[in-house]
């Protein structure tokens, strides 16, 4: 079960940096931090009726396409129809900042990020009003804004097109197979792997690289065959290039990790991963190794819009990958964040 734990330097997850505040906050205001969580891990589980327990009874959820659904009833429905047609939806919610307006009414505002397997992440800004009632903050009002694929996250990926192309990775003990393909737009990375080994079942997962606009930064979302998923966050450093990762394993444990990728040359790049940890534990480093080119890239499609196109569809991983865009995907929204 936590055989993912030997490859996660292998798959780039992509974890969002956690903003540590100089300020200890106000009780009122950790609370609404925790209900924030809490909405999130219910979303995540795909639970509608713990995610809708999060609303006040006639609260109002404006979603991003304009769509206004009233009270916490209908909420609650809209959701359950959504996690039941789109399985695997994750979300993630980057910085939000909370803002006590009086004893009882606060403002939320931060970014949402909506994962589902085997499309591109979908993005929103959003402003939630907070209202206390018997002691329990409750999600009074959201609106939800979409954020449009801007030209400029072309020049941020670009960074990144050594990647595209299929590679190997051959041990004595397993052979890592990764391709990396653009979106059909041009949009995102898609990733996809196979960690084939000796004593244990091929270990398959996808993954999704993209620029957001809001840190202007490279981030990546991945999934595995296990049941697992993960988050990180790219940094560039001279020649090479550092990935934060977190990972939550199909049994709920907790790993991490920095992986370090240094390119060679146009056909290979070594890769190395450090710091690792399942659950608060050390784990071995992996020690670097070298990856080769097992086949040429193919060119960037253009955008098919000059500025603000949809997002494309697409699977995740670390290595290279490949793009899935099924046809009339439907986009998921969080419903808050």
């Not at 970014?111 to 209202?131: F, N, Q």
Request: charged share 25%; hydrophobic share 40%; with cysteine.
């Amino acid at each position: 079960m936590r055989r993912i734990v030997v490859y996660l330097g292998m798959l780039s997850l992509s974890m969002a940096s956690l903003a540590l505040g100089a300020d200890k906050p106000s009780p009122d205001e950790a609370a609404i931090r925790a209900a924030v969580e809490s909405y999130v891990a219910a979303y995540n589980r795909g639970d509608a009726k713990a995610v809708a327990d999060h609303w006040s009874e006639t609260a109002e959820w404006v979603s991003p396409a304009g769509k206004r659904i009233q009270g916490r009833a209908a909420i609650e429905q809209a959701l359950t129809a959504m996690f039941a047609e789109l399985k695997g939806l994750k979300v993630e919610v980057s910085s939000p900042t909370v803002r006590l307006v009086t004893g009882d009414v606060a403002i939320e505002e931060g970014t949402a990020t909506v994962v589902r397997p085997g499309e591109s992440p979908s993005a929103s800004t959003y402003i939630a009003i907070h209202v206390k009632k018997d002691g329990k903050w409750k999600l009074d009002s959201v609106r939800e804004t979409e954020i449009p694929v801007e030209a400029f996250a072309r020049d941020g990926l670009d960074q990144l097109d050594w990647m595209v192309g299929e590679w190997v990775d051959s041990g004595e003990a397993s052979t890592v197979e990764s391709k990396v393909a653009w979106t059909k737009n041009g949009a995102f990375l898609s990733c996809s792997f196979r960690v084939a080994t000796s004593d244990a079942d091929d270990l398959e997962g996808t993954q999704v690289i993209g620029w957001d606009p809001v840190s202007r930064t490279i981030r990546s979302w991945l999934f595995d065959s296990d049941g697992g998923f993960g988050q990180g966050v790219w940094t560039r450093n001279g020649d090479r290039w550092i990935v934060s990762l977190s990972q939550t394993l199909e049994d709920g444990s907790q790993a991490s990790a920095t992986n370090i990728y240094k390119v060679v040359d146009e056909n290979s790049y070594t890769w190395q991963s450090v710091e690792r940890r399942l659950d608060g534990e050390s784990l071995p480093d992996i020690k670097e190794v070298k990856v080769v080119r097992a086949a040429k890239a193919t060119a960037r499609p253009a955008p098919s819009k000059p500025a603000a196109s949809k997002p494309a569809d697409t699977k995740p991983t670390d290595a290279p990958a490949t793009p899935v865009k099924p046809a009339g995907a439907k986009r998921a929204e969080s419903g808050k964040k």
